[in-house]
């Protein structure tokens, strides 16, 4: 029911602490059964291939488009990549609790539905 687009970005004098973060809060968002998919749009100025591997473990999209990118632009990547009903876009340090995704589930089959953007 939803693709899940994580907004990743680590400056260059950054800590490893965001990736583990971005890493965290991927892996709470993958194992909810209403997410069919996470998306983690790096918008460093360069790729983390540690970051990538850790993600495909988990079955996680990671993207590095070779620039750096706004957060604006990783977000409207991330949407272009949805393939799912619903998307939903979350900053790198937000962690979702599984309760967040039934109730988002509740939200979206509601027939009120159409009011949410």
């Known amino acids: 029911m939803f ?3 994580i907004n990743h970005y680590r400056p260059k004098e950054g800590g490893r602490h965001l990736a583990a ?9 993958v194992s909810a059964r209403q997410v069919a998919s996470v ?12 970051l990538r591997l850790a ?3 988990c079955g996680v999209h990671y993207r590095h488009c070779g620039r750096p990118l ?5 977000y409207n990547l991330g949407l272009s990549l949805s393939d799912q009903p619903w998307t939903i876009l979350s900053a790198s340090d937000i ?7 039934d109730v988002f589930s509740q939200l979206c089959l509601s ?3 159409g ?3």
């Open 39 to 50: 998306a983690v749009i790096d918008g460093s100025e360069t790729e983390d291939p540690e």
């Open 55 to 57: 993600l495909d473990a």
């Open 3 to 5: 693709y899940y687009v």
């Open 95 to 101: 962690y979702p609790s599984q309760a967040l995704f």
């Open 115 to 117: 009011d949410i953007g």
């Open 111 to 113: 027939p009120n539905a």
């Open 70 to 74: 706004s957060f604006a632009e990783g």
């Open 21 to 29: 973060s971005t890493f965290f809060a991927a892996t709470l968002a």
